[in-house]
């Protein structure tokens, strides 16, 4: 999960019951590119932000991430004391 980000906390705050039931993996709509630079000792490595060496190969792959799964259950609504269910 990215820093600073609750998935589970507005549901809960609204009411539903989350429960976290596992992790899976998806695929992107778009490719991840990676673009590789040459290290000192002549090793293949991820290039930085603003790095000013030359780009010397770039890799794109599908995008598989893995994603935390929940289950929302609805909240229990209170009874109303004004709404009688006639026999």
Do not use: K
Not at 1 to 9: F, S
Not at 44 to 52: D, F, H, Q, R, V
């Amino acid at each position: 999960m990215l820093a600073g980000l609750d998935a589970a906390g507005r549901p809960a705050r609204l009411g539903y019951d989350v429960t976290e039931t596992g992790a899976t993996q998806r695929i992107l709509p778009t490719a991840i590119v990676q673009n590789f630079v040459i290290g000192t000792g002549g090793e293949m490595e991820l290039a930085t932000a603003g790095s000013t060496r030359p780009i010397t190969s770039r890799v794109s792959h599908a995008g598989i991430v893995t994603t935390t799964v929940y289950a929302l259950t609805e909240p229990p609504l209170p009874p109303d004391p004004a709404m009688r269910i006639a026999p």
